[in-house]
């Protein structure tokens, strides 16, 4: 299998190799009319701005133009400064990495300089540390705090426009600057005239006006690149932009959202949904209920409140996997700014917060059904299920990658038992290594696979890195916990499938006695650990104190 994994990639990769040598000086002359179409671009677009004096961000001549040149740049430094290096060396691989860096910081720059959309789909490329090589993913995540801020006066008319009223009649008190920005919206405290405390959420004024042609432009310029280079296939990220922006520009689906995952997830005492205040509420305007806490990755943060961090990924862990395997209805961003922790005044357990509820994906049961058995075959070590399952969910010959890519572990961890072989640092570092050398083989496999797993893909790159930040990542919990869900989706799925009262109870029965066995194994690892650790300090006592 690892053969196989391994021929597979090296052929595609000598293709590309072969393809690139042979039309490098064709690419120059495509190039160069890409380049030249952006210079009469910025041209035609200064004349404009000369002659109407008004923001250069809000036209879309300067918008594309900036975004053409980038592209422009970035493609040309791909092209001429690996053609000369033989490939495979050890200059090639840190010359391409040195590209790979300045090509990040400049489409960083376009991302800030255009803000809104460009930032967005930044912020989604920098969330996709395992499928993206890590200059990019390192350079593109300063972007979820380089987020443009609205002024008050921008803010005011918005809420003057929605709501019919100024901030003064509607609110005891509005703070003028911003909790967070992020690039869509900036969130407000504020106090309503009953004295409760509130988040108010308001859109940037003019993103909804210029997401539209932003992503017209991203698409354009994304089919060029794939003119100049065949093997960049990422179709998929503007389609998902395409499909998911005007749904988180709609706070009243995210408020929908908000109230639909809180009674979903209503047995879990440990998790805090800010309720909504429709009355504030507008399409471009969320007010719901204030919540504080420390971020989920702050791990200084909840040392100095008492708070566990095993616990805290444990129910993250939980609530993920319900959501995924049990509902099918995914929170899709859980950047550690969405996800807070802390501890409850009342009952002094610890809570997490969940916010920002735009993004989320529902999943059709038969694919789900798909994915649920899946993991279960990745957890099992169960090779030919693995395959068979993963072709089913679109990853055709590439089903090696594929398991690679969803778990982010090498293919011999995969083979021996995800659950079974610890994470180490030389195979993430491999992993992400692979990330960069596989990218044609990445984006066509991203390519094939159904858009709802594009969302789970990036939803599961953004946990994995709090669990690496908190340390706690591929920990037994975690494997405990999706395993429950896993049964507890298949035996429902089962029973929705059958019309018999007694193929039901045989159903249930096994679900039953399924999760019995994950509870006993679970006590196994924990009696285990307990008495593990009386004997290590039994015997570090008696090497203190020699009788």
């Keep these: ?59 879309s001549f300067i918008r594309f133009g900036r975004a053409a040149a980038t592209t422009a740049v970035i493609s040309y430094d791909y092209m001429t400064s690996l053609e000369n290096v033989d490939h495979g060396t050890e200059e090639y691989w840190a010359l391409k990495s040195k590209v790979h860096r300045r090509s990040a910081e400049r489409l960083r720059d376009l991302c800030c300089a255009n803000r809104g959309t460009f930032i967005k789909v930044g912020q989604h490329l920098g969330a996709l540390d395992y499928l993206l090589p890590e200059e990019y993913t390192s350079t593109l995540k300063v972007l979820h705090s380089q987020a443009p801020q609205s002024t008050l006066e921008e803010i005011q008319q918005v809420v003057r426009e929605d709501l019919g009223k100024e901030i003064g009649q509607l609110f005891a008190s509005f703070e003028e600057t911003p909790q967070g920005a992020a690039s869509l919206a900036q969130v407000h405290r504020a106090v309503l005239k009953d004295g409760r405390t509130v988040a108010v959420k308001v859109q940037h004024p003019k993103v909804e006006a210029q997401s539209s042609k932003d992503i017209l432009v991203m698409e354009f310029l994304v089919q060029v690149v794939h003119w100049l280079f065949p093997d960049f296939a990422f179709m998929w990220l503007v ?29 879990f005492e440990f998790l805090k949904v800010p309720k909504i205040h429709w009355d504030l509420s507008t399409k471009r305007i969320l007010t719901m209920e204030f919540a504080e806490g420390g971020q989920v990755n702050d791990r200084e943060y909840m040392n100095k409140h008492g708070i566990d961090v095993n616990e805290v990924s ?52 038969d694919f789900r059904m798909d994915y649920c058995r899946l993991w279960q075959a990745l957890m099992k070590a169960d090779l030919k299920a693995v395959e068979r399952f993963s072709r089913r969910l679109g ?25 079974q072989t610890p994470v180490t640092n030389s195979e993430d570092v491999e992993i992400r290594t692979n990330a960069a050398l596989y990218l044609p083989q990445i984006s066509d496999l991203l390519n094939k696979v159904p858009r709802q797993m594009l969302l789970l893909l990036k939803t599961n790159d953004l946990l994995r890195g709090i669990e690496t930040t908190l340390q706690t990542r591929a920990s037994a919990s975690s494997f405990i916990n999706m395993s429950r869900c896993c049964v507890r989706a298949a035996a429902r799925y089962k029973r929705s499938k059958t019309q018999s009262r007694m193929r039901r109870m045989r159903i249930s029965l096994s679900e039953v006695l399924t999760l019995w066995q994950i509870n006993a194994y679970e006590l196994f690892l924990w009696v285990k650990g307990s008495l593990l650790a009386r004997w290590v300090t039994s015997l570090l006592s008696c090497l203190q104190y020699p009788h």
């Design 1 to 59: 299998m690892q053969s196989f994994l391994y021929i597979l990639l090296t052929k595609s990769k000598r293709a590309k190799v072969e393809r690139s040598q042979e039309t490098v000086p064709h690419m120059a002359g495509r190039m160069l009319k890409v380049s030249s179409f952006a210079t009469a671009v910025f041209a035609s677009s200064g004349f404009y701005l000369y002659n109407k004096h008004v923001d250069p961000n809000d036209i």
């Design 239 to 267: 389609e998902e932009a395409k499909r998911n922006l005007p749904l988180e520009l709609d706070f009243m689906n995210e408020g929908r959202n908000a109230e639909k995952v809180a009674e979903m997830l209503k047995h």
């Design 314 to 365: 444990r129910n993250l862990g939980k609530m993920y996997s319900e959501m995924i395997f049990v509902n099918g209805f995914v929170h899709c961003d859980p950047h550690p700014g969405n996800v807070l922790v802390k501890k409850c005044p009342k009952s002094n357990k610890t809570q997490i917060v969940l916010l920002d509820h735009g993004l989320y994906q529902t999943l059709n049961p």
């Design 395 to 419: 990853a055709g010959d590439l089903y090696p990658l594929f398991a690679c890519v969803l778990t982010a572990r090498s293919w011999a961890s995969v083979a021996g038992g995800i659950s």
